[in-house]
């Protein structure tokens, strides 16, 4: 009997001690029922600094920051783990990058605000991004970078607005995350635009029957699904469908059905393949359909996610850069045409990470620079007021990324697409953009 | 800026049970019985499945929308409508789904244990291992169970019609404390007794065990029925929390975190499970970027994957100095060794 | 009336004949021996009695019924319970624990009825009180909460039969109970085992090496060599036979 109660025992005191910390967390929810307000700071000196009132309840150091700074923290909720893992890191240190040039901006100015950033890593699944959020909400987050994907958006969706936490996604694409007056923003084209404009594209171009091989996940879907209704009901073409597991060690099989369903379709000049990867998988299904004569033979298509240098020597073998060059792979990418901003920000990351950005990273970039200019134009760290300058902020606001106009869902409104295809020049390999899609008038132009 | 600590102690407490009763059933599972569940992952994502489907069609149904697709963004607002306007449904539902998930979960664990039957030790965890990735990949694949690779939200938490959100979150995070306290007491009376001598028997030398006439096959099979019941409970527990249930998120990467846990307090002792559970989420929460600003500690640089090594080597130490656990086998706490006792 | 009857019983492992046709009867009370050299089949043939390993061919009668092919739980519900040579406890478990796993019918063992104490506790109590007495029997009680893996060679050996004991059989299979025991104990349990199967009719089949303790107690002995039976009758027969002579030294 005496064993038993021991064990009863320690059960009880691990449970006594969970219930101490939610009972001190019902107290301070109770004690603070909304998070304390900071006001802005009116005239240039300010003598109290927002860090050191609001942290003093909790324990007696305060972040380091030099006296007389204000510091608004922003969080990256950015996955740099699990599917996210290679892509992640561009994402984060755009975002990192756009905070640095916000601070420098502020300091020149002789500002005494500054951006402080918080990663969490939010792995890529619904589980993940809530905890990141919590964990950033705790520390008194109010404004967000992230999190990439939809279902990661969807799933933090009720925290953000429950928490008046402004969330401002640099890739979510989900047409059904639309939802006007929340607290999530997205700064990137619902696939709808995409599948819309590579749809007329690819039918303006000639070709009346397509073979999609894709994705099985919420971005291949998007897109494929998209593309197959609006190709076949408004341009009367024939789609067929091959969707495969992502991050597979090897797509063979799926290269073979997808010739298959080339030579089926009858693999002459109306007829195109539209691959929807990404960098592994996309490699290696590139890597097998150079070898087959069917698919050698017919033009291709890519998503926006083709766009990558890893698809072109000298990430890519020698071979893979010939085979996109003679199926005259083309895709996609959402800008209006470059402007400074854009090749600003490629210099700038380009000089400090020494890699090149990826097509998402130029989202996170803007993503963060809306996050600050936002909170600087509300006047005050607070979701609320920010979520209502935002939109505003942001149609006044080009970047890396193009025009930020956003519409009633807090989306972006859509933008024009440039037209890419894979050349070489003087022996190197380069995408070229090769003519434009008008969102204002969704008319095709071929340069040149 | 305002330091808001209730969304962490939210965080803790749910996850803290949510993991707990995971680890709970593994305990009984691998240290008990000896079976290693690798296909944990597997039972879990059945309880919230059953939990977002059956919770999703409900609610649709009580709504009257029709014409509305299922899985669209606009159908889990219908959703949150409904549970908002009918606490009794929503509770209704939430109970229904843990009753009715620990059903399935039993089944499938009764599915699953005819390998368990022929397969022993690593053969079987493969199994296992398997068998959860062909579940995700059927449930990414078969929309209508939770919208395949798009994920079903709006699982409205139970108690959202408190109407603060964020008392219904700690309120909830409440609940699945209560629950997966209960839990463990359920799992202590189970284990010390003739059931756990006999699951330990197994683990130790099955044929022995057989050869003392015991049906080895059925009580592990019994043994994955209870773990299995128990991983679905944490399951339905897990999709009413985050509100949201994509087949992709039920990866290989949960079970370890669970074996983690299980390994880390110590096999085949509850008590160890209570502790490694904890030590895991606190490690977890508590070494984020976002917790050292509230202590004032500022980073100069991102501390995302220097925690997870640290946490991975923190574990390895551990295991080094003490590779039984932080709290060893202790003998089961039974009326016999009681006598025993009485003796001297 | 006799209990256990082999009839041309085999068992090969590849090419080595470790039971090569073996065909015997045991009556229903008996005390024997079963002696032989090293290798010559006699724990094989433990285990095919008990289910460990079906006969590659021949007959095996427990109580006029067929058991050949059983599965070692239906072989121990019958009635056979067996002690290891090599002591195989369950070292997760203290030595009472241990005793503890035999039992027949224990209620507890259901896993719904497990976490109703009520339903159980007194069976138990009573299960634990035999267990005792027979560990006191076997001067295990000073270990007898210690793991079972932290005893000695000699007391695991006693572990071994006593945990057999708890049973409840009708014949018993004791693969040579006292290896490791100091000669008086080992005396002892033979006393023990004489005075079992007057009071209980219990029926024994013991291996054993001893042979000076051995002869002192049992009125059959079998005599194995290369897998066959070479000799069967009382002690003070078997030690005169040439067969048997020439199988232990010619080794
Ligand atoms: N599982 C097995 N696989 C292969 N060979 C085996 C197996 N079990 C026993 N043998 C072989 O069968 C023969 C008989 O072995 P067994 O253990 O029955 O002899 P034993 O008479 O009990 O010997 P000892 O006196 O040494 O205990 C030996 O040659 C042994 O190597
Ligand atoms: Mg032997």
Redesign the interface.
């Known amino acids: 009997m005496a064993e038993e109660k021991k064990g009863l025992k320690y059960g009880l005191a691990a449970s006594v001690l969970l219930n101490i910390i939610l009972l001190a967390g019902v107290a301070w929810a109770l004690t603070h029922p909304k998070v304390v307000e900071k006001p802005a700071p009116a005239g240039p000196a300010p003598t109290v600094t927002v860090t050191v009132t609001a942290t003093k309840t909790v324990t007696p150091t305060a972040p380091a920051a030099p006296a007389g700074i204000i510091e608004y923290p922003i969080g990256l909720a950015i996955a740099v783990s699990g599917p996210y893992a290679v892509e992640g890191p561009y994402r984060r240190d755009a975002a990192l990058l756009a905070i640095e040039h916000v601070n420098k901006m502020l300091e020149a100015a002789g500002s005494p605000i500054r951006f402080k950033p918080i990663h969490e890593d939010s792995k890529g699944t619904a589980e993940g991004a809530i905890a990141a959020l919590e964990a950033l909400a705790a520390a008194g987050v109010k404004v967000v970078v992230g999190p990439l994907s939809s279902k990661e958006v969807r799933a933090v969706k009720s925290f953000a607005d429950a928490h008046k936490i402004v969330c401002i996604s640099p890739s979510s694409t989900a047409p059904g995350l639309a939802v006007p007056d929340d607290y999530i923003f997205r700064v990137v084209q619902t696939d709808v635009a995409q599948a819309k404009a590579l749809a007329q594209v690819v039918a303006e171009l000639g070709y009346t029957k397509v073979a999609i091989i894709g994705r099985d996940d919420d971005y291949g879907r998007g897109i494929a699904d998209m593309f197959e209704k609006l190709f076949t009901e408004k341009y009367g073409g024939t789609v067929k469908k091959l969707m495969y597991t992502p991050d597979l060690p090897d797509y063979s099989t799926e290269v073979q059905r997808l010739a298959e369903m080339v030579s089926d379709l009858g693999a002459d000049e109306k007829t195109a393949v539209l691959i929807i990867a990404f960098d592994a998988d996309g490699l290696n299904i590139l890597g097998h359909a150079r070898l087959n004569p069917v698919l050698s033979k017919v033009r291709w298509f890519g998503s926006e996610s083709l766009k990558r240098p890893t698809f072109i020597p000298p990430k890519a073998p020698a071979e893979i850069g010939e085979f996109v060059v003679s199926v005259k792979l083309t895709g996609l990418f959402p800008s209006p045409e470059r402007n400074p901003v854009t090749e600003f920000f490629e210099k700038e990351y380009r000089s400090k990470y020494g890699k090149d950005p990826t097509p998402y990273s130029y989202y996170a970039y803007d993503a963060a620079w809306l996050a600050c200019l936002s909170v600087l134009a509300a006047g005050k760290y607070d979701g609320e007021a920010v979520k209502k300058v935002l939109p505003t902020v942001a149609e006044k606001y080009i970047g890396a990324s193009g025009y930020k106009k956003l519409d009633e869902n807090g989306d972006c409104a859509g933008s024009d697409y440039r037209i890419w295809t894979v050349v070489v020049e003087a022996g190197e390999y380069k995408f070229k953009e090769v003519g434009v899609w008008s969102f204002a008038t969704e008319k095709v132009s071929f340069f040149g | 800026m305002g330091v808001d600590i209730l969304p962490l102690v939210t965080s803790i407490v749910t996850f803290y049970g949510i993991y707990l009763i995971l680890a709970l059933s593994f305990n009984i599972e691998y240290g008990f019985a000896g079976q290693p569940n690798f296909g944990k992952v597997f039972f879990y994502s059945i309880g919230a499945y059953v939990a977002g489907n059956f919770t999703a069609n409900m609610l649709m149904r009580a709504s009257g929308v029709t014409g509305v697709d299922f899985c669209s963004d606009l159908a889990a607002e219908v959703r949150f409508k409904v549970a908002m306007s009918k606490p009794w449904l929503i509770i209704a539902l939430f109970l229904l789904s843990l009753l009715i998930a620990a059903a399935v979960g039993g089944v499938f664990g009764y599915l699953t244990s005819y390998p368990a039957l022929r397969l022993s030790g690593d053969f079987l965890a493969i199994v296992l291992l398997a068998f959860g990735e062909i579940g995700r990949v059927f449930a990414r694949n078969y929309t209508p169970l939770v919208c395949g690779v798009y994920g079903l939200s709006g699982v409205p938490n139970p108690l959202v019609w408190i109407g603060d959100p964020r008392m219904a979150r700690l309120a909830y995070s409440a609940i699945v404390l209560a629950i997966a306290f209960g839990m463990y007491l359920l799992t202590e009376r189970l284990v010390n007794s003739p059931y756990g001598r006999l699951l330990k028997s197994i683990r130790d030398d099955e044929l022995v065990s057989s050869v003392m006439g015991k049906v080895t096959p059925r009580v592990k099979g019994s043994a994955l029925i209870i773990g299995s019941s128990m991983a679905a409970v944490a399951g339905v527990l897990y999709a009413f929390y985050v509100q949201t249930v994509v087949a992709d998120d039920f990866i290989p990467i949960v079970t370890f975190v669970v074996v983690t846990m299980v390994m880390l307090g110590g096999v085949a002792n509850n008590k160890g499970t209570l502790l490694g559970a904890m030590v895991m989420t606190l490690m977890d929460r508590l070494t984020r970027a976002s917790f050292l600003r509230i202590l004032g500690i500022s980073v100069g640089f991102d501390i995302s994957y220097v925690r997870y090594i640290v946490t991975g080597l923190l574990i390895i130490l551990i295991l080094m100095v003490k590779p039984e656990g932080l709290i060893s086998e202790k003998p089961l706490k039974t009326p016999a060794i009681e006598e025993a006792e009485k003796l001297s | 009336m006799e209990i256990l009857k082999l009839e041309g019983v085999r068992k090969y492992f590849g090419g080595v004949r470790a039971v090569d046709g073996v065909s015997f009867s045991v009556e229903e009370g008996a005390l024997l021996g079963i002696i032989g050299p090293n290798g010559s089949g006699k724990t094989t043939l433990f285990n095919v009695i ?3 390993y079906k006969p590659d061919s021949g007959k095996i009668y427990f109580m006029g019924e067929r058991i050949d092919g059983l ?3 239906e ?3 019958k009635g056979i ?2 002690s ?1 040579q090599n002591p ?7 030595v ?2 241990n005793l ?3 039992p ?1 019918g ?6 719904v009825k ?2 109703f ?1 009520g339903l ?2 007194r069976q ?2 009573s ?3 035999k ?2 007495e027979i560990i006191r029997a076997h001067q295990l ?1 000073q270990v ?2 210690n793991w079972s893996g932290e005893v000695s060679g000699g007391q695991m050996k006693l572990i071994e039969i006593s ?1 057999a004991l708890m ?1 409840e059989p009708k014949l018993l299979l004791l693969d040579e109970p006292t290896a490791g025991v100091a000669p008086k104990l080992a005396r002892e349990i033979f006393e023990r085992i004489v005075k079992l199967r007057d009071e209980l009719g219990l029926t024994f089949m013991i291996i054993e090496h001893r042979l000076d303790v051995l002869f002192d107690y049992v009125e059959r002995v079998l005599v194995m060599h290369q897998g066959k039976i070479i000799c069967d009758g009382p002690p003070d027969y078997v030690v005169k036979d040439e067969r048997v002579v020439d199988a232990y030294l010619g080794e």
Do not use: D, Y
């Open positions: 008990s289910g460990v599965e070692p739980h072989v121990f519900k319970v067996r290891f195989r406890l369950f070292l997760g478990m203290t009472i624990e503890m796993i035999p027949r224990q209620i507890g063992e259901n896993p497990a976490l104490r159980w506790a138990e109590r299960l634990a009180k267990a005792l009680t007898r909460l945990r049973g």
